[in-house]
């Protein structure tokens, strides 16, 4: 990555963003060498125009951000990267320095959680149990939500229609899981037919 760090006397804007929510968490700045440590430790290191030396983000409060990607914009000169954050990432306790937390991507929080409670087993979990069952189970599982969602869906009672399209989504997603695919596979689908 060729970044321009000229531009800026030696310091990029660093634009963070939640790698499941896409979320914009917080900005900060990074000189050469705080773009090398983050790269190479794999969590956001900036560089502190405060405190004038590199500070890892999470030193004190253990909130750190694990680097998931970074991209570089069209003129080398500023970076954003997505990262899954441990706690809040705004010092006043909030999940972004930019306005509260929003609904808008909270399916990949979703998925991410699913996918963890499949992996680790957890017997406590009705979404292992689920899956524990099979294929066959789950499939089914995810027709009577789409049968419940039409039933819903002609009658007048919002609350009960929202409730059951959450209810297919979520168990569509342990589907999907079950298929070894994601989110994300169904959406690139969905932008191809756009085109």
Request: proline share 2%; net charge positive.
């Amino acid at each position: 990555m060729n970044i321009n760090f000229t531009k800026g006397n030696g310091l990029v804007p660093v634009i963070i963003q939640d790698n499941n929510t896409l979320q914009i968490l917080m900005l900060g700045y990074m000189n050469k060498e705080a773009f090398t440590k983050t790269k190479n430790d794999n969590i956001v290191t900036f560089f502190s125009r405060s405190k004038n030396r590199l500070w890892t983000k999470g030193e004190a409060s253990g909130n750190i951000l694990k680097v998931k990607d970074i991209q570089i914009d069209c003129d080398n000169d500023t970076i954003l990267i997505k990262a899954n954050p441990s706690g809040p990432s705004c010092h006043k306790g909030t999940t972004s320095c930019f306005k509260k937390e929003t609904a808008k991507g909270y399916v990949y929080d979703l998925q991410a959680t699913i996918n963890q409670r499949i992996d680790e087993n957890d017997k406590n979990s009705y979404t292992n149990k689920l899956y524990q069952r099979g294929i066959n189970k789950v499939a089914q599982k995810v027709g009577e939500e789409a049968i419940e969602l039409v039933i819903e869906a002609k009658d007048n009672n919002d609350k009960l229609f929202k409730n059951e399209a959450a209810d297919l989504l979520y168990h569509y997603l342990i589907l999907l899981k079950m298929k070894g695919q994601t989110f994300e596979d169904i959406e690139d689908i969905l932008k191809k037919r756009r085109q």
